[in-house]
């Protein structure tokens, strides 16, 4: 309904944690948002910067491909 009153893209962002969920997600939206699987991973990893950016590699791979 609301790109029948505007030309901005659209982001969602709740409860997307895998690439299923991305492609569902973009059938409705431009803009899959997937901050709370990134703050769950911190929480349960207690994680350091270069593990972080080692999941998000993998993860942000595994939602694209």
């Known amino acids: 309904r ?8 659209i982001a969602v962002g709740f409860g997307i944690k895998n690439r299923e ?3 569902t997600v973009h059938k409705y939206a431009d803009i899959a948002v997937v901050g709370s699987e990134v703050v769950r991973f911190i929480k349960t990893h207690q994680t350091n ?3 972080l950016r080692m999941y998000l590699k993998t993860f942000t791979q595994s939602l694209l491909s």
């Open 2 to 9: 609301i790109r029948k009153y505007s030309n901005a893209q």
């Open 21 to 23: 969920d991305v492609k």
């Open 49 to 51: 910067i270069t593990s």
